[in-house]
Every structure is written in structure tokens, then in C-alpha cells.
């Protein structure tokens, strides 16, 4: 660049704040998601998520807008942490029981870390389950999202043989979904010791009630290899 030429300084400048920026909001809605956890996506405002960030109020606000745009990203992020610990991963194991037990398995692993902070889905859907408006909407399409995941992952099952072929998926999703709530509830509401292993023998016991003698030959989960 020619001396004296600073034409692209204005550019450079812009690029920083914006990256500054970007930097800012990661850290606020990190704060946010942690936050959330603990006292509900309710709780969440942005005068709480000031304090805890040692932010102004106007600051935060720049970044959201209002306290609903910040619940829904809240949301949003929470569902790319979840995809990133456990469908991600899972989906890079054998197509079938494999997947569907990985699926499972780490879905279990995110519940027991959460005893003790809480899972935004399961409280989202307590406090927003009669309240209609984005905020719900945004929570019933994430959960939706992993649902349809596990649902095609028992109908992949189905199709490689290791399910009967008259296996319903959605009840099979169901039941499964149904172990995750219990466990979040006995782990996390009554403390019972030994929850997770409760969880873990019912899943298998689903399973052997819908698998053919090809998925009965799969060895079950390796809880060392993950």
C-alpha cells in the first residue's frame, strides 16, 4: 500500500468491531445458556443478564433487542450444544441399533451432567407448555428436530434389520423419550441413587421387545468406548 494510503483502515476497523461484536454476543449468550439453566428460560431478563455479565443494561440490549429475541437464541444455542455432544457424534456409528444405542447413550451422559443445573428443554416445557408465542415455538421446533432424529434412526434400524419390520417408531420414540423424562426426574427431583442404571436396563428391555434375532446378536453399548 502507498504511503499515506489508508483506505482500507476504515474497512480493517469495521471487520474488528464486527468480530468484537460477535465475540461480545458469544460470551453474553454463554452467560445466558448457564443462566437459563438454573433459574428457567422465564427467569431470564435482561437486567439479570447484566449483572451476572457486568454489562449495562443498554449493552445487552444492543445484542437482543428485547427479552424474548434472547430467550429464543438461548433456545437456538442450547440446541448447538446438544447436536454437537450427541447427535453429531452418534450419527458417525453404525447405521441401526449402533446409532440408535449411541443416540441413547449420550442423551443419558447430557441428563446426568445437567442433575445438577437442568435441561431447558424439560423446564422449557413446563413453564411455556399453555403459553403460545415464539418463545414456545421455538423450543417445540428444537425438540421436534431431535425427535424426527431418533425417529429416523428407528426406521434406519428397521430397514437394516435389526427391528421388526412392524415396529411402530413414534411408540418406540416414545417410550424412549419417556425413560429420559423419568431419569431427569429421579436423578434430578427425587435424588434417587441409581437412576441412570434404571434408565440404561430400560432401554434394552425396549429394545429386546422390538429387536429380530439379527439386532439380538449386537453387542450392547461400550460404556468405555465413549
Request: glycine share 8%.
Given at each position: 500500500m502507498p504511503a499515506g494510503d489508508r483506505s482500507n483502515e476504515p474497512r480493517a476497523?469495521?471487520?474488528s468491531g464486527l468480530q468484537k461484536g460477535r465475540q461480545t454476543r458469544a460470551a453474553i449468550l454463554e452467560a445466558a445458556l448457564g443462566l437459563a439453566s438454573q433459574?428457567?428460560?422465564e427467569g431470564l431478563s435482561i437486567g439479570a443478564l447484566a449483572e451476572v455479565t457486568s454489562m449495562s443494561k443498554s449493552g445487552v440490549f444492543a445484542h437482543f433487542g428485547s427479552r424474548e429475541e434472547l430467550q429464543i437464541s438461548v433456545v437456538r444455542e442450547y440446541h448447538a450444544k446438544f447436536e454437537e455432544?450427541?447427535?453429531?457424534?452418534a450419527v458417525r456409528e453404525?447405521?441401526?441399533?449402533?446409532?440408535?444405542r449411541a443416540m441413547f447413550d449420550?442423551?443419558?451422559?447430557?441428563?446426568?451432567?445437567?442433575i445438577d443445573s437442568g435441561c431447558i428443554y424439560i423446564s422449557g416445557a413446563v413453564e411455556f407448555d399453555d403459553r403460545p408465542g415464539p418463545v414456545r415455538d421455538a423450543l417445540?421446533?428444537?425438540v421436534r428436530t431431535w425427535h424426527d432424529a431418533l425417529e429416523r434412526a428407528i426406521r434406519i434400524a428397521i430397514e437394516e434389520g435389526h427391528?421388526?419390520?412392524d415396529t411402530d417408531p413414534m411408540q418406540m420414540l416414545f417410550e424412549i423419550?419417556?425413560?429420559i423424562l423419568a431419569l431427569h426426574h429421579d436423578a434430578r427431583f427425587m435424588r434417587n441413587p441409581g437412576a441412570v442404571e434404571r434408565a440404561y436396563r430400560a432401554f434394552e428391555r425396549i429394545v429386546a421387545d422390538y429387536r429380530t434375532s439379527d439386532g439380538a446378536d449386537l453387542p450392547l453399548r461400550s460404556r468405555g468406548a465413549r
Open positions: 476497523s469495521l471487520k433459574i428457567g428460560l455432544e450427541i447427535f453429531y457424534p453404525a447405521r441401526g441399533l449402533p446409532r440408535l449420550r442423551w443419558v451422559k447430557r441428563v446426568s451432567v445437567e417445540v421446533r428444537m427391528l421388526r419390520p423419550h419417556g425413560l
